[in-house]
């Protein structure tokens, strides 16, 4: 696993300047005084392995064209011992962001690192980490995060992770920060167009150039537009104190490019053919964010060099709902996201790219969303079977119409590929890098919860609403994402269990809440049958389900117990949405009656959600992983809404500490989590 310095060199040469290998130890030759304010966005690491790691900055010039910048690494924070020393390249076309390779390093090694100019002005220091060699044994720790809004909210929830690092002993301290998604919103608020949404006091973060108006939302359609959000984002202090502190390896979520969007169609609200749009979103993303993504221009790590396409509407698909169309193909394919990260003895994780590959939204047809209109956000499971499945569902003889008590509405899906949200080309290479796998545990990154969100409105007690829930099945509370992909990951699910792979688990988030839980393809009356564990992270700081609702359920909706449980004084309502979910109805109306959590958990569903053991939809913070040879160890690190900035060194209280563990099982076994509190009020999380 070695890597030459001859290979390296060669590799080079393709990179250009933006590469440096380390030599012996020696003092700095460098006049660096630090000018925080001429590097406005911080530095950052990203991707590191075993030998070599990913430096970046960025450092804007008011003239000229091209500056050169020097790098320094060091083994320690006082650049003593300097290793490395080489040009660094910073260009207006690549909006004077640097990106530097440094090889030669040695694995499992702490380094620092700066910039600075020709005339002395340095960048803050940052520090990096390299990876263990693919054979150490020794513990991993990584913090998941994801939906980081400063639009909306700030992001205490990084303070609060240094402020522990800062403390932890040796084998805790995090190695990396894995970030799944909506690093930006391309959806900008001006905060003297709109004060304020929900909870949230909208703050300033991007004026955008040449946008879109959508309600009181800016969207992007040019590089320039996204390079503003960036830079706006990347103000945050907190966040440019992770970035110093950790190296980041990143996957995009849906935001990075278009709310609603998918392969290159822009969409919010309406949708518009973005080829353009898509490349200008991957070109910003690779600016700002360091990491091995190939793009379509070659290695090279100075400038992007953007493919020229044109918008056009895409009329013809393909057999798995690929647009085939010559600039959305070259638009999806300007960056690719996906990646295996081998991290030790015992992680492979393996990241996933949920949005430029997916086939069009099965659930779009508002013919069949009219089912069941008394039952908020609710949705027939077995109509989302059929729709996800498409003309491959009950072995490729799908019913023409679906249903719903009396009503019949034609199928929508009966002539469509059955959903996929990896692509055919992707799930291929998903597939490949878990089967040969050889490390301890196999972790699947993607920016998408795995975990059915479901309820059972057919154990409501009559009268309650006009219509009655068919007996027959279950709802769905359709998310978008592999909760209701029930095709897709029922193969991968089968996949892990035929190739008798242990260690499986998923971390992922999008959802703006916590969720822990077990991979299964089916639940009960289907057959429970778990071969992984299933994690969703909170929201950095974003907005989630309960804050929405706590704004806008009406308040005399007769199941309004189910999500919210008004308390007699007017204290804030309890949030019966989580109970919903793990529990089922009996027990929310128990609570919401009561307020007796016993009273209301013996009411509990137990064929509802067997594969829960945890969820809370108004939770915000991160996970911590630490993996070892016979364990997975996952902490939810629950903050309050984070509305404003702490101004504590603590990044402000904690909500609550949980830990989710389980023991490495054996092929056929089913995996199996503990859950306890640590500390603080987990509510009806549990
Ligand atoms: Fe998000």
């Known amino acids: 696993m070695k890597i030459s310095r001859r290979s390296f060199l060669k590799a080079a040469t393709a990179i250009g300047a933006s590469l440096a290998w380390v030599g012996p130890a020696r003092g700095s030759r460098v006049h660096w005084h630090e000018r925080r304010d001429l590097y406005p966005q911080g530095v950052a690491s990203g991707d590191p392995d075993p030998h070599s790691v990913i430096l970046w900055t960025r450092r804007p010039f008011a003239q000229g064209i091209r500056q050169l910048l020097t790098v320094e690494v060091a083994e320690d924070e006082a650049f003593r011992r300097v290793i490395a020393h080489a040009q660094a390249p910073v260009s207006s076309a690549a909006d004077w962001t640097a990106r530097v390779l440094i090889g030669g390093l040695k694995p499992a090694r702490t380094y620092w690192y700066r910039f600075t100019d020709t005339d002395g002005n340095g960048s803050r220091v940052g520090r990096t980490i390299t990876a263990p060699l693919p054979n150490d044994r020794r513990t991993v720790n990584f913090t998941f995060v994801s939906c980081q809004d400063v639009n909306e909210g700030s992001l205490n929830a990084y303070r609060r992770m240094i402020y522990e690092d800062e403390r932890a002993p040796a084998a805790e301290k995090l190695d990396f920060v894995l970030h799944l998604g909506d690093f930006i919103y391309e959806v900008v608020e001006y905060p003297d167009e709109v004060k304020t949404r929900y909870d949230r006091t909208i703050y300033e973060v991007a004026r955008i150039p040449d946008g879109l108006k959508v309600g009181n939302f800016h969207v992007p359609l040019t590089v320039d537009g996204y390079r503003a959000i960036y830079k706006g984002y990347l103000a945050d202090p907190d966040l440019q104190d992770a970035r110093a502190r950790w190296p980041f ?30 490349v200008a979103a991957n070109q910003a993303w690779w600016e700002y964010l360091p990491s091995r993504c190939k793009k379509v221009s070659g290695p090279s790590l100075e400038t992007f060099a953007p493919p020229a396409l044109t918008n056009v509407a895409i009329e013809k698909w393909d057999e798995n ?142 009268g309650l609403t006009k219509e009655t829930w068919p007996k027959t099945t279950y709802a769905t509370l359709p998310t978008g994402d592999y909760g209701t992909a029930y095709r897709e990951r029922a193969e991968i699910y089968d996949l892990v269990r035929d190739a008798k792979i242990t260690g499986f688990a998923i971390v992922s988030g999008d959802r703006h809440s916590f969720w822990a839980g077990y991979a299964t393809s089916e639940l009960p009356p289907g057959k429970f049958d778990p071969v992984g564990l299933s994690f969703v992270g909170a929201s950095l700081s974003s907005a989630g389900t309960m804050e929405a609702q706590e704004h806008s359920f009406p308040r005399t909706d007769p199941l309004r117990p189910l999500f919210l449980a008004d308390r007699p004084d007017g204290a804030k309502p309890d949030w019966t949405h989580n109970m919903l979910l793990r529990h089922g109805v009996r027990s929310c109306l128990e609570y919401a009656k009561s307020f007796d959590l016993k009273r209301a958990r013996s009411l509990s569903n137990p064929d509802l959600a067997p594969h829960l053991e945890f969820v809370d939809l108004g939770g915000h913070g991160y996970a911590k992983v630490r993996l070892t040879g016979n364990e997975m160890r996952t902490e939810f690190v629950c903050i309050p809404r984070p509305i404003a900035r702490s101004e504590r060194p603590d990044g402000g209280p904690i909500r609550y500490r949980v830990v989710h563990t389980a023991a490495l099982w054996k092929s056929g076994e089913r995996p199996q989590l503990k859950t306890s509190v640590l500390e603080g009020d987990v509510g009806l999380a549990i």
């Open 321 to 462: 709902g690929l647009g085939d169309e010559p600039n959305n193909l070259a638009a999806i394919h300007s960056l690719i996201g996906y990646r295996t990260y081998r991290y030790g003895k015992h992680l492979d994780l393996i990241i996933t790219d949920q949005h430029s590959y997916r086939s069009a939204d099965p659930f779009s047809d508002p013919a069949a969303g009219a089912f069941g209109p008394e039952f908020p956000s609710m949705f027939p499971e077995d109509v989302a079977q059929v729709l996800d499945g498409g003309r491959a569902f009950n072995g490729g003889n799908p019913p023409a119409e679906v249903s719903f008590n009396g009503a019949h509405v034609p199928n929508s899906q009966r002539n469509a590929p059955p959903q996929t949200i990896l692509g055919a080309e992707q799930k291929v290479w998903f597939k490949g890098q878990l089967r040969n796998s050889t490390a301890t545990w196999k972790i699947w990154g993607n920016s998408e919860g795995a975990l059915d969100p479901r309820a059972d409105p057919q154990n409501l007690p009559p």
């Open 249 to 278: 390896v990143v996957i995009w979520d849906n935001h990075e490019f278009s709310w609603q969007g998918w392969q290159s169609i822009q969409k919010a609200g309406k949708a518009r053919a973005g080829q353009n749009i898509k």
